[in-house]
């Protein structure tokens, strides 16, 4: 025991000693952030360089060295501020705009070794931002078009205020002009707000990131800016991405994203976070069976339409004021749609692209805050599907049962929403089809409730639900009770034919009197024979059609008008007919009050 007990502090002693270090650096490291903050700058600097000391080998030493240089640029120490900006790493971390941009190196700006710093992180191949941001306000152009370029759109640090040569201050956050990107490849492009934005026929396999944004401040209206700007027109057309993030809070007032390639074999999850008045997304194609595509959209108007979705697309934060056109996709994976808002009229959402067990839920798990690489996790959801409702679960099983029970009802509540939308709509078919898959489910449920627990009730109503299923398709189907019950009464009539009734005595003993009739040769031939065997014999099944139908209609008999066997099984069959019909009934009521 001793042995195992020192063996186990062996195993865990460096976990423990590198979850107090992650929880060290970030305590040093929000102290530092917050004596910047304060204009403590000599603290801060001391405790940036504490932060270095202790953790030389982190991935943000760069970030920290970059911290005390801004520190040392408001204490008016330039050189000491240029020293540790030149030991920053050429490859990682700053980037050439962050420099450029960010306001608090504003005094270093006319320094040759800054000049030299800043060549030094340029490559000439490379559009950056910076780049960008001096052609938005120098060029006397109102569309800026990019062809063929590799633009570096990482801001960082980086602020949207720009220094002039008297050190004069302007800030930058909306630009009224167009921006055009053609055959570039782009990995990010944040934080700017623009008058239009078109992206087309780029490549970026690794993903693409755009933040538009408006950022207001205090001096805002001194600059003449619009107190709502928005996008007069975006579009991302023909474009191929990893991956895409797309987060916006300017007011689009016309966005289109076509024939657009996302995603590939490995997990690459893709964010659209915008409003706007007019948003399309049409004829792309979200590929990777494992990848979630999220829509977080508000809108007065929003079109889905053609497109090719392999994984899970996540429409829970969609909200649609007037009009949503969801039409002709081909939805390979799964949806979420149980938080959805759309408007009371308005739903053009075609049920056959959804259809099939296609609809699932999603869980948002809020997130632990992982110290090493500086984010909240990446896997902070839960993921519903019906299988791993009813059938699987990979969760602790303290909580599966109430997991269990809540996508079971956000489940059912996506499906009744659609429902209600289809019958609004007076889109009966679809209606029908999407009720019937939503009692299948609630079935499925039954089912696990009765592996489960077990009991004859449970039992009772789950294959209450599946004989609902077969007979009315759970009450949209009006033909299919109506077949089934006639082959259950002929079933019953073939039965009932080889037994005698008090309308059929004599009959039985007659076809066999004309059957060796019709086999004996005589002067008559056979035809007259046949002709009395078939008489016979038709006779003999309209009696036995006529006992079933009665019988399954139970329009009473009396006394049961037969005997032995077939007696006993008319009783079965009256309840068997009373049963279906009563369920007929509540079938052909559902219809018509529809």
């Known amino acids: 025991m001793k042995e195992f007990l020192t063996m186990l502090c062996l195993l865990i002693s460096p976990l423990v000693t590198t979850v107090f270090a992650q929880n060290e650096s970030y305590i040093l490291e929000k102290q530092a952030k917050e004596a910047f903050d304060v204009k403590e700058y000599e603290e801060a600097i001391n405790l940036f360089e504490d932060l270095i000391s202790k953790y030389k080998t982190s991935r943000y030493v760069d970030e920290w060295k970059y911290a005390i240089a801004r520190s040392y640029v408001q204490l008016n120490k330039?050189?000491?501020?240029?020293?540790?900006?030149?030991?920053?790493?050429k490859n990682e971390g700053v980037s050439y705009s962050q420099?450029?941009?960010?306001?608090?190196?504003?005094?270093?700006?006319?320094?040759?070794?800054?000049?030299?710093?800043?060549?030094?992180?340029?490559v000439d191949s490379i559009l950056y931002v910076y780049d960008i941001v001096m052609d938005m306000v120098n060029s006397p152009d109102s569309i800026i078009t990019y062809e063929g370029k590799t633009v570096r759109g990482d801001w960082n640090r980086a602020y949207l205020e720009y220094y002039g040569e008297n050190?004069?201050?302007?800030?930058?956050?909306?630009?009224?002009?167009?921006l055009i990107f053609n055959n570039c490849n782009i990995s990010s492009l944040q934080k700017i707000g623009l008058k239009g934005l078109k992206i087309r026929n780029n490549i970026c396999d690794k993903g693409f990131r755009f933040f538009l944004v408006y950022i207001k401040n205090s001096l805002e209206a001194s600059f003449n800016n619009p107190n709502n700007p928005e996008i007069v027109e975006s579009l991302i057309e023909a474009c191929k991405f990893g991956s895409l993030e797309i987060f916006s809070n300017l007011n689009h007032n016309n966005f289109k994203m076509k024939l657009v390639t996302i995603?590939?074999?490995?997990?690459?999850?893709?964010?659209?976070?915008?409003?706007?008045?007019?948003?399309?997304?049409?004829?792309?194609?979200?590929?990777?069976?494992?990848?979630?595509?999220?829509?977080?959209i508000k809108s007065d108007k929003f079109e889905f339409k053609n497109n090719e979705v392999e994984g899970i697309l996540d429409i829970d934060n969609l909200s649609i004021s007037n009009l949503v056109s969801f039409r002709d996709n081909e939805i390979i994976g799964r949806i979420s749609c149980s938080e959805t808002v759309l408007s009371e009229f308005s739903n053009d959402i075609d049920w056959k692209q959804l259809a099939g067990n296609k609809l699932m839920v999603i869980e948002d798990i809020p997130g632990e805050w992982?110290?090493?690489?500086?984010?909240?996790?990446?896997?902070?959801?839960?993921?519903?599907?019906?299988?791993?409702?009813?059938l699987k679960f990979e969760i602790d099983s303290v909580l599966k049962e109430e997991y269990?029970?809540?996508?079971?009802?956000?489940?059912?509540?996506?499906?009744?929403?659609?429902?209600?939308?289809?019958?609004?709509?007076?889109?009966?078919?679809?209606?029908?089809?999407?009720?019937?898959?939503?009692?299948?489910?609630?079935?499925?449920?039954?089912?696990?409730?009765?592996?489960r627990d077990g009991g004859?009730?449970?039992?009772?109503?789950?294959?209450?639900?599946?004989?609902?299923?077969?007979?009315t398709n759970h009450g949209t189907n009006l033909a299919l009770p109506i077949v089934i019950s006639i082959y259950v009464i002929l079933a019953f009539s073939v039965f009932y034919f080889f037994f005698p009734s008090d309308w059929d005595v004599s009959s039985k003993s007659k076809l066999l009197h004309d059957f060796k009739e019709f086999k004996t040769k005589n002067d008559k031939g056979y035809f007259k024979p046949f002709l009395i065997l078939i008489s016979g014999l038709f006779v003999s099944l309209i009696n036995a059609l006529t006992l079933s139908l009665n019988a399954f209609v139970t329009l009473g008999f009396g006394a049961i008008p037969t005997k032995g066997l077939a007696r006993y099984v008319c009783i079965i069959q009256g309840f068997i007919g009373w049963f279906l019909l009563s369920i007929f009934t509540v079938t052909l009521i559902n219809q018509v009050l529809f």
Request: proline residues 1%; charged residues 25%; hydrophobic residues 35%.
């Open 78 to 89: 330039k050189n000491a501020a240029l020293d540790v900006l030149g030991e920053l790493n």
């Open 99 to 122: 420099l450029m941009l960010d306001t608090a190196l504003i005094r270093l700006r006319k320094e040759a070794r800054f000049t030299d710093i800043t060549k030094s992180l340029h």
């Open 167 to 178: 050190d004069s201050m302007t800030f930058l956050p909306y630009f009224d002009k167009e």
């Open 263 to 296: 995603g590939s074999d490995l997990v690459n999850n893709s964010l659209i976070k915008l409003h706007g008045a007019n948003i399309s997304i049409s004829q792309n194609k979200f590929k990777g069976k494992e990848n979630v595509v999220e829509l977080m």
């Open 370 to 390: 992982n110290y090493e690489t500086g984010l909240e996790c990446q896997n902070c959801f839960r993921y519903y599907g019906i299988d791993s409702i009813y």
């Open 404 to 451: 269990k029970e809540w996508a079971h009802k956000n489940l059912i509540n996506s499906y009744y929403k659609l429902n209600k939308i289809y019958k609004d709509r007076g889109d009966l078919e679809s209606a029908n089809s999407c009720y019937a898959e939503m009692k299948d489910v609630m079935g499925r449920r039954l089912k696990a409730i009765y592996n």
């Open 456 to 471: 004859f009730q449970n039992y009772i109503q789950w294959k209450l639900n599946r004989l609902l299923k077969t007979y």
